[in-house]
């Protein structure tokens, strides 16, 4: 159930930003145990001095193709899963629409289930009812 959020400098096309957002997705699919379905993300685009970043900090160099991708997960994932995750985005980017790996900056934050609420007023994810009615684990 992660959320994702999806910095970048404003002036790229429709179908750009839709590659990103389509093979971030592809990545958490694949390698973060995320269900297919389970898609929530922002796009935001920024005029250049609205994102500010350094572009030699540790695996630049960077250019105005910069991305932030900002993920806020339910349950923590291994290191392995996390590398891969990592990995397979960059791939996944850098296939389409050609984003220079060294251009993706990824953040991932964990929380508890109890912390989200998918509507209804509820958090369902903490819900015993709701995880016996759906057969999930309240870890999930």
């Known amino acids: 159930m992660p959320f994702i959020r999806i910095s970048m400098i404003r002036g790229?096309?429709?179908?750009?930003?839709q590659a990103i957002a389509d093979g971030l997705h592809r990545a958490l699919v694949a390698e973060y145990d995320v269900p297919e379905h389970d898609r929530f993300q922002i796009v935001h685009q920024h005029a250049p001095e609205e994102l500010i970043f350094d572009p030699s900090y540790l695996a630049g160099p960077r250019t105005q193709d910069f991305i932030l991708v900002a993920i806020t997960a339910g349950r923590p994932r291994t290191p392995e899963m996390r590398?891969?995750?990592?990995?397979r985005a960059a791939e996944e980017l850098q296939r389409h629409p050609g984003l220079a790996p060294k251009n993706l900056m990824i953040v991932i934050n964990t929380t508890q289930s109890n912390e989200w609420s998918f509507g209804d007023g509820i958090?369902?994810?903490a819900s015993a009812d709701w995880l016996a009615a759906t057969g999930m684990a309240s870890d999930e």
Request: no cysteine; hydrophobic share 45%.
């Open 123 to 125: 958090a369902q994810m």
């Open 83 to 87: 590398r891969a995750f990592f990995h």
């Open 12 to 17: 790229k096309s429709e179908s750009y930003v």
